[in-house]
């Protein structure tokens, strides 16, 4: 009879030790992720704060007349915001974003949607310049990995809407499960995939404004010291988007920053 209180007291002290033990891994992932997040925040608007530089700076500003080539300047913009901004983040999200489970994934889908948005509109935006000026279009490098690049992302994002629903999850977990590393393999290889588009697409500008006599690197002006600067900032995303997913993968365990808040499980996909 005397060995219980003891038995007790030895098994509070056991769960107080694993409760402290708990709260200073969860402690260590609050900062590490926290500075992963701003760090990757900063890395990703750097290239739109960029973008905006040079096409109010140097292009003309933005305009949807058709008596100027203003009209044009909507396309980079608009896929700088949409694979490098939104498509960035999204890539990041589930692992990165400081809440549960059930959240990032309505967050990853929204970026998701967004940047089609944004896609879209650009698209738009060079297909109406082009038919202004009497250009023709899909004939180059540029467009071409632009055009991979968005028949995957949208094949992707269709795909997994259907395979992630929450509408119906019984019948699709073994799939779910087998999908998801897919999943995120193909998500950071839209990410490279966009880097080269949009690396090949500044290129080109710059390439036209040479040839049109605004001479953008030959007498190291400004402009082309911003021009290389916005692509060393692009393709800067891709590597910390890399090194994000190895970290977090490798590093940190998959547990939430705010660990009572709703559907933090990590059955939930």
């Known amino acids: ?29 609050v900062k590490s992720r926290g500075v992963l997040l701003i760090q990757f925040e900063v890395v990703v608007l750097l290239p ?29 913009l608009a896929m700088i915001i949409a694979f490098i901004l939104l498509l960035g983040n999204a890539a990041v999200s589930y692992r990165l974003f ?11 889908a929204t970026l998701n949607l967004l940047a089609i948005v944004f896609i879209v509109f650009g698209l738009v935006a060079v297909l109406e310049y082009h038919a202004d000026w009497g250009y023709n279009n899909f004939y180059s490098l540029h467009s071409w990995c632009g ?7 949208i094949a992707l994002a ?10 119906d999850r019984t019948k699709l977990t073994e799939l779910r499960g087998n999908f998801k590393p897919l999943h995120i393999f193909l998500g950071v290889f839209l990410v490279f995939s966009a880097v080269i588009a949009i690396e090949t ?14 001479l953008v690197w030959e007498n190291y002006t400004t402009e082309g010291f911003l021009i290389n600067l916005l692509c060393s900032s ?9 090194y994000i997913l190895y970290t977090l993968s490798t590093v940190i365990v998959q547990e939430p920053l705010f660990p009572h808040s709703p559907g933090n499980s990590r059955l939930q996909t």
């Not at 697409?201 to 605004?214: L, T």
């Open 234 to 242: 692009v393709l800067l995303v891709l590597l910390y988007t890399i």
């Open 1 to 29: 009879m005397v060995e219980q209180p003891v038995l007790d007291m030895e098994l509070s002290v056991s769960e107080s030790s694993r409760a402290k033990r708990t709260m200073k891994l969860i402690t260590s992932i």
């Open 98 to 108: 400081p809440f549960g489970r059930s959240t990032n994934k309505k967050i990853h």
């Open 147 to 153: 055009l991979v690049t968005l028949t995957a992302f």
């Open 48 to 76: 739109v704060l960029l973008a905006g530089w040079w096409v109010f700076g140097y292009l003309g500003g933005l305009d949807w007349s058709s008596e100027n080539s203003y009209k044009f300047n909507w396309h980079p």
């Open 201 to 214: 697409g500044i290129v080109e500008k710059a390439m036209f404004r040479e040839k049109s006599g605004d």
């Open 158 to 167: 269709l795909f997994s809407a259907a395979v992630f629903q929450d509408f």
